[in-house]
């Protein structure tokens, strides 16, 4: 049986979760500014700051890997150029 403060947290927990999926809604879909999303969902917009530059950071992550996946057809050649072991990366280059 679950006390009466864990149940609290669970429901606190489920609040903050509610909230953090709000801010990124209002984030992604409007033009509203941080402090007007963080009035939205009633949470301090330090709080809503942090959100935020974290779901930057994952979109700024995400359309790195899209921009970043080359097919290696693209960039290899066919002509194969090969060093002895005693030349280093100058040389190659």
Do not use: C, H, W
């Not at 999926?21 to 009633?42: H, K, P």
């Not at 949470?43 to 779901?55: D, G």
């Not at 030349?87 to 190659?92: I, R």
Request: charged fraction near 30%.
């Amino acid at each position: 049986m679950k006390s009466s403060n864990s149940n609290s947290v669970g429901v606190r927990d489920e609040e903050v979760l509610r909230k953090k999926e709000a801010v990124t809604f209002l984030y992604r879909y409007s033009d509203l500014s941080n402090n007007n999303i963080a009035q939205q969902v009633d949470m301090p917009a330090n709080e809503v700051q942090r959100i935020i530059e974290k779901l930057s950071k994952l979109n700024a992550v995400r359309l790195f890997e899209q921009e970043s996946t080359t097919r290696i057809e693209k960039i290899m050649s066919s002509k194969v150029v090969s060093l002895d072991i005693s030349k280093t990366a100058a040389d190659a280059a």
